[in-house]
């Protein structure tokens, strides 16, 4: 079981000034941060990160949201990260979300919904990789 997930905090959730509430949320979770930037993605770079959905009709819509603003990718750790953070953030659709998720408390629509988090601990591996070098992720029980 890997420990290890990745979180973006998607342009929505930065223009809605929520970053801080989102975090404190993840935080009180239990969840570590071990690495966080924000960054303005490319249309390469969120190409490339979606790329497993390019054959799905959303696929245009989801680039142009991604590239629409700035997002701030977190690489997390916890115990069981993954399955913890999916249930943290709730279901996609906010409508369909878990009462006190974060997609429930913030999101607006199924595409505008807040935070990323990854569906497997290989895809864990692959996404946090996509956004931070080895040097830029902290071993966080080594400091």
């Known amino acids: 079981m890997n420990n290890k997930t990745l979180a973006i905090l998607k342009p929505d959730c930065v223009k809605k000034n929520l970053i801080g509430k989102v975090i404190t949320q993840i935080q009180s979770a239990?969840?570590?941060?071990?690495?966080l930037k924000m960054v303005k993605l490319t249309e390469d770079s969120a190409k490339g990160f979606y790329e497993i959905h390019k054959e799905r009709p959303f696929f245009n819509d989801l680039i142009a949201y991604m590239t629409s603003g700035p997002c701030v990718p977190i690489?997390?750790?916890?115990e069981n990260a993954v399955e913890d953070f999916r249930k943290l953030i709730g279901a996609t659709d906010p409508t369909k979300a878990a009462e006190g998720t974060i997609r429930k408390l913030y999101?607006?629509?199924i595409q505008e919904n807040i935070v990323?988090?990854?569906d497997s601990d290989e895809n864990a591996?692959?996404?946090?990789?996509h956004f931070f070098s080895r040097k830029e992720l902290l071993d966080i029980n080594g400091f």
């Open 30 to 35: 239990g969840f570590k941060v071990s690495a």
């Open 75 to 78: 690489a997390l750790e916890k």
């Open 125 to 129: 591996a692959k996404e946090i990789l």
């Open 107 to 109: 999101a607006d629509s």
């Open 116 to 118: 990323h988090g990854s």
